[in-house]
Structures are given as C-alpha cells and as structure tokens.
C-alpha cells in the first residue's frame, strides 16, 4: 500500500467526505450507534494525520543521513580512493541467465570484444568505485575474461528471488556456491548511483566477515548494470522462517498448522544462540557493523540446520565516535521502536530485533498473529510504546527466556543488553535445557 504524505493526504480527504456523507444521508439518522461510528471515524483520521507526520520525519532526516555517508567515506579514505581509480574494465553485453544457451552466446561476445574493444560506462558512485578496487586487490574480484567467457562460473537453478536479484546454484572453479545475480533495472540510469551504493555496502559489509555463522563472500563481479553479483558458500538448508515455521514460513503469517510442530526448544535455543554469537561478532568490530534488517527470513541454515546470518544490503558502520545512524531501514515488525519514530540510533537496533526473534523462537509463532494487525498499524503501535509480541506462558523454561526477551525490546534501547550478554544468557539455558 502506498504511504506517501500525498496519498495519505487523499485518505484523509476521503475520512471528511464519508464522515460529512454521515450526517448529510437521512437514513443515517436510523442507525444505532452513530456516535460510536463518528468516535472511530475520528480516531481513524488521528491516526492517519499522525502517520503524515511520520512519513514528514522521514523526509526531514534524509539530508542528516547523506552527511553521515559522507563522513563514513572520508573516513574510509573512499574519496581519495575513487580519484585514483580508473573505472575501466570490460563488461558483457548481457546477463547470461536471460538466455537457455547463455555460454554459446558469451563465448560470441566475448570475441565481438576482442575487435570492437567495448569499454564500460565509470562508477557513479564513489563508494562502489572504491569497494570494486579493494576487491581487485584482495582477490574477490572475478575477472572480466572469467565472466565473458564463463570457463570458470555455471549457472543452474534459480533458489530464491527478491525485489533486487535473484539468486542461483551454480559451481565456480570446481565448487558448488550460490550467485546471488543483481537485476539490471536495479541500476538504471536515474537510480544507478544509489544501486551501486547499495551493492557496495552489501559488499563491503560482507567482505569483511569471518565467522562460522555469518554468510561466507567467496567472489564478487562489480561491472553494471548487467553483471554485478555475488558469489558465497552454497547452503543446503532452508531459511530459519521455514525452519521454524515450514514451507513459506517466511512468506505467510498464518498460523502453523497442528501436525507440524516446531522444533524441540533446546533446538530453537540453539539456533538463537548461534545467530547472537554472529551478531556479537559483528558488533564488536572497529568500526561496528550494524545489520538492520534482523529477521528469520535473513538467517539462512547448512544442511545440519546451523546459522549463517545473511543479507547485509542494509548493513551500515558505525565509526568510533559516532553516537548514532540515521534513517528508516528493515522490517517493521522486526523493526526497533527508535527507528520507526526515525530517532537516531544504535547498534542496539539489533538487540530489539533479535528479541522479537528469540520470541518467536520460544513461541514458535509469528510475532502479533494474536493481533491481526497489519505492518503499519504494528509500526503505530510499537513506535508508541504500547505493543509487543505476545510472550510465551510462563514455564521453568520460557520464565528466564521471557525475562531476557523483555530486556532485549525495552523501549530505552540503551537498557538493552549486549549481545555479549545475551551469548552467555544463552549457553546457560541451553545447557539446562540439555
């Protein structure tokens, strides 16, 4: 649904038109609770107004979010990184994956290359020009002959899909990973620079990682706007929604069906310490990284059912010194209480959103299906500091669970334990459980 300050200026001119059609219709005048209708019609325009002001914060907090990206790449030397890059290279007229015989037709062009010395347009933006240097000089950088002539990389199956890309099985230089293959219109030429950004915090994110449950980078391709992917570890396993939930866990928030019971808790707990201990590493880097968009959708599992904390699109830093990032990022119901008032925040984001994972993990439900409420009603509700997730009944197993989920989504993000805590918390519930 379209949320924008205009189209929620149309909903509430159409709130007037039918509370003004209320009083003007005769057979109004028949109904019984008129004064109840008019109280909800009233309260529905409140709340439409308060959401106007929202979306007017959003747009308010952009400028701040843009200095903050600058002053993340001057931090990293980016600027002066993309003053010396040259931004050449050769790039495939197509993605190979459009086509059923992509290998016969890149083999052509790569010889079309060899007479017509085809040349790419440069980086718009400065942070992707300077993320495609480190690349080259690290090693992750697949190659241009590599990509043209695809001797190296063999596309299969298509595994998973999102609004950005799509992502593949596929085997390079002998082993089997995943290409997660962005989509050209992702930078078309009147959003290229921010497409590139996009991809190069992603990038940059990942390719700093190393932690048995973090996603592994293995290679990367920066050549837009037809042949930008990623290359990682391929896992067998299924997301922790569908883990947790079943088949399409992470796409319905219908409730689990009773001959599909969810994992044994000592199981759940240990999926949640796993993520934790990803997530500790993460913060306690120099700078910190940030994920932002915590969700069961987002933690992928090996075939033994271990975690790997993935999609760092959102990721940001956060330097030393810095008090806080700016600007709305995630998924709402995931999404900490700061963020959706667009305050400034901090790695404690984080916190609050595996909170509303662990409960879910201990509930083996969907977080407010008790609720029936909608995303942004959801959103309104946490942003007042009046809705959670329903806890799990008190137990000797969910009590300490319960106590430390609490903390995790206080309103007060500075209340909120470390993820250093929440790991230790966490391995002495699971050894009782055990």
Known sequence: MDRSPTNTGRMLHGLRGRIAGFFSSPSSCHHQHSDEVVAKLKEEVEKQRDLKETYKARL?????????????????GFLHLMSSSNGGGDEPRRSPHRDAGYQEQATAAADDDDDEDAAEAPPCDPYFAATRDLAVQHGWSVSPD???????????????????????????????VAVKWMRP?????????????????????????????????????????????????????????????????????????????????????????????????????????VHRDLKPSNVLLDGDSRVRVADFGHARFLPDGTAALTGETGTYVYMAPEIIRCEPYTEKCDVYSFGIILNELVTGEHPYIDTGYGPSKIALEVADRKLRPK????????????????????????????????????????????
């Not at 308010?60 to 990293?76: D, G, K, N, P």
Request: neutral net charge; contains cysteine.
């Open 146 to 176: 590599e990509l043209r002539l695809w001797t190296q990389i063999e596309l299969h199956e298509m595994i998973g899909q999102g609004s950005t890309a799509e992502v593949y099985r596929a085997t390079w230089r002998g082993l089997d």
């Open 60 to 76: 308010e907090s952009t400028q701040a979010y843009l200095r903050f990206c600058l002053e993340v790449a001057q931090l990293h």
């Open 391 to 434: 806890l799990a009944e008190r137990g000797v197993n969910s009590s300490v669970l319960n106590d430390l989920i609490c903390g995790m989504w206080d309103a007060e993000p500075s209340k909120r334990p470390s993820f250093a805590t929440i790991t230790s918390a966490l391995r002495e519930i699971k050894q009782q459980l055990m």
């Open 185 to 289: 219109e992702f930078f078309a030429a009147d959003q290229r620079s921010r497409g590139e950004a996009f991809f190069a915090q992603e990038l940059d994110a990942l390719s700093r990682q190393r932690h048995p449950h973090v996603l592994r980078l293995m290679a990367a391709c920066l050549r837009p706007p037809a042949s930008c992917f990623l290359v990682t570890e391929l896992l067998t396993g299924a997301t922790l929604a569908q883990w947790l939930h079943g088949d399409g866990g992470g796409r319905s928030r219908e409730r689990r069906r009773p001959s599909s019971p969810p994992p044994p808790l000592v199981d759940r707990v240990s999926r949640a310490l796993e993520i934790a201990l990803a997530m500790r590493h993460l913060h306690e880097q120099t700078p910190a990284v």
